[in-house]
């Protein structure tokens, strides 16, 4: 059975590196870009490794990448962000992060009767009891909550801060979305890791498995163009290739991108309802220094400007050339603008407010700058995962193509959505293999 992939970001890499532990199956993974990895690729500059994509990774021991370690023999190493060295700064005042325990009894952020109902609330979330499920929405819930206005505050920052989203927007996450969320991460030991080397650690993993079965390979710079069907196979048209044939297709890209492939084709009518999905979009502001500028935290959120500051290197000191240091800086943006014009003075606004939050906690950074990468538009995750929107389901009624990628249906959020979607339709298509069974379309 022959499989075209296509997209070798995490999804599809994930994909392919698990359908080539089996013999019987051969295929391709097309990819437009030169290089492998999409949003999560990693590069070299000046001694610096950098991702488009940060490496953090939410609740490691309980996350996709534990079962893909096992699976399919990964190794890598993860360091866990010092607890005590994260920080909420709100109005100027720096006060350590919720993350656990400790921090809760030592932060400001919630008066001692606040903690007693936040530390209620995280129980009920992990005895899987909390009311906020059977909500619509984060907002709703807040609304009917008796909860104190810091506990609420509290509740929005968090969910800006796991799924890269503004206050406005964490208030249209599903409630069932959060409370599964929340359930497994406030079950993890370890909130926040970082995977030592980057995601090129894993990714590199992932393309040296699917090269060690020679009845797979990877074609780069070969974009799919569009996908018919003739008696009960695929034919492919690729930038080199007018008709590549296929049993199965497995669609790893982000979902505006699989609408796009499938819009002159007969499916097209069957991925409408997916068509008008918002993604999530943020300003990253990367800077590479050739010297430890300060080291005041290792990870600050500003709450009231609604951006945060990751020292990687202090976390993760193989990003950097001896002595150096590696910050990130994101901003959450709003996306509801009536024009260009407007957009690009609130983008400038945010790129000054980002700069200011440097002087401030940085003084001196400027210079020390060897590297620095702006990116004002940066997409973060193909579905903003809001009430409004839906995730693309990884098989549709009617469709015969199987579609995985941070926009489609699978655990967490983020990277591990593209890790866990490609998993499990892989998994799935090996299942079939075992039990052969139609698919519909
Ligand atoms: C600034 C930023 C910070 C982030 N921080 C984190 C973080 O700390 N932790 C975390 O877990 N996640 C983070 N993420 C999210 C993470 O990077 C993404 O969720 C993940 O990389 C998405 O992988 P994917 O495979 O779903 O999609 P992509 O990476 O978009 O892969 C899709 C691939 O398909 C290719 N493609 C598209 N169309 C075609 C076609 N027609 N033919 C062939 N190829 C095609 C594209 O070129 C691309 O390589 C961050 C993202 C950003 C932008």
Redesign the pocket.
């Known amino acids: 059975m022959k499989i075209a992939i ?7 890499l994930t994909a392919a590196a698990y359908l080539s532990e089996n013999r019987e199956l051969e295929g391709t993974v ?4 030169p290089q492998l990895g ?3 690729f990693t590069y070299q500059k000046s001694g610096f490794t950098l991702n ?6 939410y609740g490691i021991d309980r996350h996709t990448l534990h079962h893909m370690e096992e699976d399919l023999g990964l190794v890598f190493e993860s360091k866990q962000v010092d607890k005590r060295k994260v920080v909420y700064a709100k109005n100027d005042h720096l006060t350590p992060a919720p993350l656990d325990f400790v921090n809760i009894m030592k932060t400001d952020v919630l008066t001692a009767m606040e903690k007693v109902r936040f530390v209620a609330e995280i129980a009920a979330i992990v005895g899987n009891v909390h009311h906020l499920k059977n909500y619509p929405t984060l907002g709703d819930y807040l609304d009917k909550s008796n909860a104190a206005e810091d506990v609420k505050e509290l509740w929005q920052h968090l969910v800006c801060s796991n799924f890269f989203i503004t206050p406005g927007d964490a208030r249209k996450v599903s409630g069932e979305v959060i409370a599964e969320y929340y359930h497994n991460l406030f079950l993890s030991s370890k909130p926040v890791n970082y995977i030592l080397g980057s995601w090129a650690t894993i990714t590199d993993q992932l393309q040296d498995k699917i090269n060690r079965n020679g009845n797979w390979n990877i074609a780069l710079k ?3 163009e569009s996908i018919t069907q003739e008696g009960g196979q695929f034919i492919l048209k690729t930038k080199a290739q007018e008709a590549a044939v296929f049993d199965k297709v497995i669609i ?3 979902v505006q ?1 699989a609408v796009k ?1 499938l819009e002159n084709s007969e499916w097209a009518q069957y991925l409408e309802p997916y068509q008008n999905n918002t993604s999530t979009e ?1 300003m ?1 502001y990367d800077l590479g220094f050739k010297e430890i500028v300060a080291r005041p935290f290792h990870y600050i959120s500003d709450m009231t400007n609604k951006m945060f500051i990751s020292d990687v290197s202090a976390t993760d000191h193989t990003v950097v050339p001896p002595g150096g240091q590696l910050l990130q800086g ?1 901003a959450y943006l709003n996306d509801d603008f009536k024009d260009e014009d407007e957009r690009k003075v609130y983008l400038e606004k945010k790129t000054a407010g980002m700069e200011s939050l440097f002087d401030k906690y940085y003084p001196g950074w400027r210079e020390a700058v060897e590297v620095k990468r702006v990116s004002k538009k ?5 579905v903003k995962n809001i009430s409004t929107n839906r995730l693309l389901p990884n098989h549709l009624p009617n469709v015969p193509f199987y579609f995985c ?2 926009g489609c249906e699978g655990k967490g959020e ?5 890790f866990s979607s490609g998993r499990k339709v892989a998994l799935k298509l090996l299942n079939q293999l075992i039990k052969p069974e139609r698919v519909t379309g």
């Open positions: 296509i997209g070798g970001g995490l999804a599809g097309f990819e437009r870009s999409g949003r999560a488009y994509g940060a490496h953090a990774v070969e974009p799919v790893a890209t982000p991108q492939l943020v990253v994101i940066a997409m973060v995750s193909s990628g941070d983020l990277a591990e959505r593209a």
